[in-house]
Nanobody
């Protein structure tokens, strides 16, 4: 079992920044992928960014150049630095962990961007 605890969501004005954190604990495999997904009201969940345990990253086109995903393997923590936020970034952001041991999700954290 893996537990994921997210933090850092909140309310911010358009153009502002937020940093999300997701700390993983439990049966962590050395080789894993962590990611951030988001789901806006009335929309399907979408992938925001991924990062492997080796540091390879991938971003959705909608956030590329504005968001940065990073991780601290010693702390089993993944971060999402969100800059130049737009109202359309408003969503519940959820942390994802995947490895040969299984897939796990965090509880989600609300990010609201006001115009």
């Amino acid at each position: 079992q893996v537990q994921l605890v997210e933090s850092g969501g909140g309310l911010v004005q358009a153009g502002g920044s937020l940093r999300l954190s997701c700390a993983a604990s439990g049966s962590i495999f050395s080789f894993n992928t962590m990611a951030w997904y988001r789901q806006a009201p009335g929309k399907q969940r979408e992938l925001v960014a991924t990062i492997t345990s080796g540091g390879s990253t991938n971003y959705a086109d909608s956030v590329n150049g504005r968001f940065t995903i990073s991780r601290d393997n010693a702390k089993n923590t993944v971060y999402l630095q969100m800059n130049s936020l737009k109202p359309e970034d408003t969503a519940v952001y959820s942390c994802y962990y995947g490895s040969v041991g299984g897939i796990y999700w965090g509880q989600g954290t609300q990010v609201t961007v006001s115009s």
